[in-house]
């Protein structure tokens, strides 16, 4: 088995986890919560430092102000806004770019698994009702 093959799994094998752990309590009733920075980190930051945070792509000065270095920044999206509406996956722009394969541009495009990891993180974000799709923020109709 590969280094690439090993890590999907053991990011697979994370998400499972954590999506079993997200239904489950603390037995006294309680949720447990799943801290977004934390799972960010160690999901999806494997992925951006490697396909998306490479110099000229998703680093400070970057397109459209996109930095996709560190958590802070993925969270503060750009000149247009952020790129995922909490809650979302399927209307959310970094989705739509990654499936089209328009990114990265350079290079293979991510794999069913690494996509399942960004909507599972979108998807489990507490979802905003003053979210705007990113049409709305692009002023597109």
């Not at 430092?49 to 930095?67: I, N, S, Y």
């Not at 790129?83 to 989705?95: K, L, Q």
Request: proline share 7%; with cysteine.
């Amino acid at each position: 088995m590969n280094t690439q093959n090993l890590i999907l799994l053991t990011l697979g094998l994370l998400c499972c986890i954590l999506a079993c752990s997200r239904d489950s309590d603390t037995g006294n009733g309680e949720p447990i919560t799943i801290d977004p920075r934390a799972s960010f980190e160690q999901n999806l930051l494997p992925i951006l430092t490697a396909r998306c945070a490479l110099a000229g792509c998703h680093v400070a000065d970057g397109p459209h102000g996109l930095d996709f270095r560190t958590y802070e920044s993925f969270m503060a999206g750009g000149e247009h806004g952020s790129v995922f509406i909490p809650g979302d996956a399927e209307n959310s722009e970094i989705i739509e770019e990654i499936v089209s394969g328009k990114m990265p541009p350079n290079g293979p495009p991510l794999s069913e698994s690494e996509i399942q990891l960004f909507t599972d993180w979108i998807n489990g974000q507490e979802a905003n009702p003053d979210a705007h799709t990113h049409d709305d923020e692009h002023g597109h109709d």
